[in-house]
């Protein structure tokens, strides 16, 4: 973030969301596969980032996306998301030659994967993040992230056909 | 689907959904019952501290008072003022002042009590 942030707690919640809100609730949606959930843990992240005294706080994309995945990896050993209702995972782009049926088919496959595989096929093909850079991100080897992309897409292949 | 540049292509034809507009609202509003949260703690502070001065003026507080507290109850009674104040720094100051008002109420209240009476200060 450029700038320093506001020390009024509410511009500083409102600015930090509306610069990093949607793509942190987008990557906390496809680790959790559950709308909900998702939104619990990106307000869970904003509040404790809200809760130092000092309210000066220069955060960046890296360390929010960082304390998201720290929050969703806890939620996912604190309760089972599998039975819930998790809501819609994706929307079609706009203008893409896409079908409801398609894209129901291709929640399900990755609703069908691991957290991890999901968040690697997030950053991945949703983010444009190498995966160097996703192994940097997670703490992980760039031979596993690889790996775990790898079998993420023939799990993904094998569902889809 | 053969090789893994048409299942992109396919996923790509798609994103995640994107937050829903009340969860910016349920954030920013978090936000603001914080910071006001702060005033009402303050000002409770303040009109304690304004009680315990006046108890200071009137009350017949010029001996040493012992008022035995057990320490986890103390505890215990920190940790529940520190929580309703919120987190962090702060609301455990706020909450050991508040704490230490209280002690001194206490004190001024059994300063009160007759010399010698049962269960009574020394």
């Not at chain 2, 992109?8 to 829903?20: A, D, H, K």
């Not at chain 2, 009137?58 to 008072?65: D, P």
Request: include cysteine.
């Amino acid at each position: 973030m450029p700038d320093r942030p506001p020390d009024d707690p509410t511009l500083l919640a409102g600015r930090l969301y509306d610069t990093y809100g949607a793509s942190l609730y987008r990557y906390a949606l496809m680790l959790l596969a559950n709308a909900p959930a998702a939104e619990d843990a990106v307000q869970q992240v904003f509040a404790s980032l809200l809760k130092g005294s000092t309210m000066a706080i220069e955060k960046d994309a890296h360390y929010l996306r960082r304390a998201v995945r720290n929050e969703c990896y806890s939620t996912l050993r604190r309760q089972s998301l599998r039975d819930a209702h998790g809501g819609e995972l994706l929307e079609a782009i706009a203008g893409a030659d896409t079908r409801p049926e398609e894209r129901l088919a291709i929640e399900d496959a990755l609703r069908s994967l691991s957290p991890d595989q999901r968040e690697v096929v997030h950053l991945h093909v949703y983010e444009g993040m190498t995966f160097q850079e996703i192994a940097d991100a997670s703490g992980e080897s760039i031979n596993t992230i690889a790996s775990r992309y790898r079998y993420a897409l023939a799990k993904l292949k094998q569902t889809l056909t | 689907m053969n090789d893994d540049h048409d299942l992109e292509t396919l996923l790509r034809r798609y994103q995640p959904v994107g937050p829903p507009p009340a969860l910016r609202t349920r954030i920013v509003d978090s936000a603001v019952d914080r910071r006001r949260a702060w005033p009402w703690a303050v000002a409770a502070a303040a009109l304690l501290a304004a009680t315990v001065g006046l108890h200071m003026g009137t009350s017949r507080l010029g001996r040493q008072v012992h008022f035995p507290e057990r320490v986890d109850e103390r505890i215990a009674a920190l940790v529940e003022l520190e929580q309703s104040f919120g987190e962090g720094e702060e609301a455990r100051e706020l909450a050991a002042r508040v704490m230490r008002e209280r002690d001194l109420i206490g004190v001024l209240e059994a300063a009160r009590l007759p010399v010698g009476a049962s269960g009574g200060p020394r």
